[in-house]
């Protein structure tokens, strides 16, 4: 009898051990979000780092580089503005295609005959900054924990370093 009931003592313990983990929600920046949105945040971060990737390719001589930016600028906007405000949409579409916009600058580097060099990419940082915004606007609304998601991803994307990669490759 004793048996018995250590033994289902025991099945018990496994049983609420096993839900805990199980349900516990993930966690990023230290801040728990439901697995919904985690996989949209993944996303987001994946999606940028594609994004830059297809920037560090650019060439003006290859039309395929430039089709190659916009595809992954357009894949950014289409994941993230189905969950932004009207107004956060139109940011993260100013970011990429706005007369200061990534995109938009990189277009004048290919029409001008030129690739991006240093002082080309220097002009990309508040651009970053606004599409990693929005990319978390569409996943948390809170302020708080919405700032330090930005803050965790920017150190995870490491954009500064890329961006600056890319203009010291084509300086002369």
């Given at each position: 009898?004793?048996?018995a009931f250590l033994a289902l003592a025991a099945v018990i313990i496994a049983l609420l051990v096993a839900l805990i983990?199980?349900?516990?929600q993930p966690k990023y920046a230290d801040v728990s979000m439901p697995q919904s949105d985690y996989r949209h945040l993944k996303q987001s971060r994946e999606d940028i780092q594609?994004?830059?990737h297809a920037l560090n390719q650019f060439?003006?001589?290859?039309?395929k580089t430039m089709t190659a930016i916009e595809q992954q600028a357009d894949q950014v906007i289409k994941h993230n503005s189905k969950n932004l405000s009207?107004?956060?949409e139109q940011a993260l579409r100013d970011a990429f295609y706005g007369s200061q916009g990534i995109v938009t600058i990189v277009q004048t580097a290919k029409k001008g005959h030129y690739n991006i060099d240093a002082s080309v990419a220097s002009r990309f940082h508040d651009r970053f900054d606004t599409i990693i915004m929005m990319?978390?606007?569409a996943i948390n609304k809170s302020s708080a924990q919405r700032a330090d998601i930005v803050t965790q991803m920017k150190k995870d994307l490491n954009i500064e370093a890329d961006i600056y990669k890319i203009g010291a490759k084509n300086e002369e």
């Open positions: 009898m004793r048996k983990t199980f349900n516990q594609s994004f830059v060439d003006y001589t290859k039309p009207n107004s956060d990319s978390v606007n």
